[in-house]
C-alpha cells in the first residue's frame, strides 16, 4: 500500500523553525532517494531538498540552501525537514516524496496530502 504522510507544518513568523515529518511506507522508502517539494499558491511544485538512503548525500534547491536540512530514519521509513530562518517566501504545501537523480524531479505519480506551512512577515 502506498503511503505518504506529511506532518509538521504550522503559522509561523518571519525568521522563525519548524520540522516537517514524512512517515512513508516500506515499499516507497526502501532503497530510494526521499526528499520534499512544496508549492505555493499559482506556483508550480518545486523541488525542495533529498536525501540518498546509504551515503546520506543531500540536494537542496538554491532558495534554500543553507536554512533547511534534510534527514531520514531508515528504521522507521521516516524524512524529516528542518527549516530554519523561514522567510514569507516558503509559504506552501510541503509535500515528501521519491526523488529521481540527477533530474531532482518527484518519483511516480503518488503525493500524500502534504503539509501547509505559513510564514508571516
Known amino acids: 500500500q502506498v503511503q505518504l504522510v506529511e506532518s509538521g507544518g504550522g503559522l509561523v513568523q518571519a525568521g522563525g523553525s519548524l520540522r516537517l515529518s514524512c512517515i512513508t511506507s516500506?515499499?516507497?522508502?526502501?532503497?530510494?532517494?526521499m526528499g520534499w517539494f512544496r508549492q505555493a499558491p499559482g506556483k508550480e511544485r518545486e523541488f525542495v531538498a533529498a536525501?540518498?538512503?546509504?551515503?546520506?548525500?543531500?540536494y537542496y534547491g538554491d532558495s534554500v540552501k543553507g536554512r533547511f536540512t534534510i534527514s531520514r530514519d531508515n528504521a522507521k521509513n521516516m524524512v524529516y525537514l528542518q527549516m530554519n530562518s523561514l522567510k514569507p517566501e516558503d509559504t506552501a504545501v510541503y509535500y515528501c516524496?521519491?526523488?529521481?537523480?540527477?533530474?531532482?524531479?518527484?518519483?511516480?505519480?503518488?503525493w500524500g496530502r502534504g503539509t501547509q506551512v505559513t510564514v508571516s512577515s
Open positions: 516500506g515499499r516507497i522508502f526502501n532503497p530510494n532517494v
Open positions: 516524496n521519491r526523488v529521481r537523480l540527477p533530474q531532482l524531479s518527484a518519483l511516480g505519480d503518488y
Open positions: 536525501i540518498t538512503p546509504s551515503d546520506f548525500s543531500t
